[in-house]
């Protein structure tokens, strides 16, 4: 059973958020509720809610990260293993 948090209607304008040219932390950006994840070959970043990880599909996805990279990443966020068109079907999926 979970939980939906309110305002998450479109998932590309609330997950995408971009990598700055910065290497500064950005775990001042996330907002309560949510956490990073690092994506594709790019390592683009987003923010996605918490509540994902009561979906039985993205805890199989973040098992496949853990596989491939464990969950440790320099920038603070969970690389996941699969493509940014992948990822943003999912997600926008998972928030419907």
């Given amino acids: 059973m979970g939980f939906r948090l309110p305002g998450i209607a479109n998932a590309k304008r609330s997950l995408t958020r ?5 290497k500064v932390s950005k775990s001042l950006d996330i907002p309560k ?6 994506v594709g070959e790019s390592q683009k970043r987003f923010v996605i ?5 009561n979906e039985p599909v993205f805890r199989d996805l973040l098992s496949q990260a853990e596989e491939e990279f464990g969950y440790d990443h320099p920038m ?7 493509s ?3 990822f943003l079907d999912l ?6």
């Fill in 33 to 38: 509720g949510y956490f990073a994840v690092y």
């Fill in 84 to 86: 940014e068109h992948t």
């Fill in 91 to 96: 997600t926008a999926r998972l928030s419907d």
């Fill in 18 to 22: 971009s990598l700055s040219a910065s």
């Fill in 49 to 53: 809610p918490i509540s994902y990880l």
């Fill in 76 to 82: 603070g966020g969970i690389t996941i293993p699969c």
